[in-house]
Every structure is written in structure tokens, then in C-alpha cells.
């Protein structure tokens, strides 16, 4: 059993910043892409950012230069630094990871249960 956790979000005001988290458990055998999607009321999910096993990075163009997504491979942990956020920003922001969780089985994706951010004055 895989489960994804994340921080909480919050309420933040335009221009802030805010710092995501999210940490897989479980019976892991390797995790492949990790990363953030977001929805908004009314929109499709969005990828935000992912960050592959090579630590190659790929952004959603709104956020390029604003968010910075990292991993820890040792901790299975991504964290999402957002800064400079906009009203637009808003949105459940989930976690998800493609994890392996032992060498016969296919990878597969796996999903937080979402946390909202706000960004508002």
C-alpha cells in the first residue's frame, strides 16, 4: 500500500509564498516522476511541475521562474516552493508520484488527497 501525504496549504496573500510538501509511504520499490498538479473550480487538472529520477525538472509555463520543485530520493519527499503567487494560483493542489513498488510490477501513478491554496488579500 502506497500513500501520498501533504502538507497542508493555506491562505497567503499576493506576492507571498508558500512551500508545499508531500511524502510517499509504503511499499516502495523506486518512484519515477514525482510531482504537482492542480485544479481550480470550474478548470481541468494541471500539471504544475514534475521532477524525474534524473532530476530533470519540467514546469507548467504560468509558474516558470515563480515555483521551484525538488526531491529528496533518500526521504521519497518532493516539496514545491512557490513564490511571487497570484489570485490565479488558487487552486487543490495534488501530489502525485509513478512508483514501482517491486521489480515485476509495472510503475504506476499514485495520488495525495489534494490540499488548497489560496492566494488572496
Known amino acids: 500500500q502506497v500513500q501520498l501525504v501533504e502538507s497542508w496549504g493555506d491562505l497567503v496573500q499576493p506576492g507571498g509564498s508558500l512551500r508545499l510538501s508531500c511524502a510517499a509511504s509504503g511499499s516502495i520499490f523506486s518512484i519515477y516522476n514525482i510531482g504537482w498538479y492542480r485544479q481550480a473550480p470550474g478548470n481541468q487538472r494541471e500539471l504544475v511541475a514534475c521532477?524525474?529520477?534524473?532530476?530533470?525538472?519540467n514546469y507548467a509555463d504560468s509558474v516558470k521562474g515563480r515555483f521551484t520543485i525538488s526531491r529528496d530520493n533518500a526521504k521519497n519527499t518532493v516539496g514545491l516552493q512557490m513564490n511571487s503567487l497570484k489570485p490565479e494560483d488558487t487552486a487543490v493542489y495534488y501530489c502525485?508520484?509513478?512508483?514501482?513498488?517491486?521489480?515485476?510490477?509495472?510503475?504506476?501513478?499514485?495520488w495525495g488527497q489534494g490540499t488548497q491554496v489560496t492566494v488572496s488579500s
Open positions: 521532477i524525474y529520477l534524473s532530476g530533470s525538472t
Open positions: 502525485y508520484a509513478n512508483i514501482r513498488i517491486t521489480p515485476s510490477l509495472s510503475a504506476r501513478d499514485y
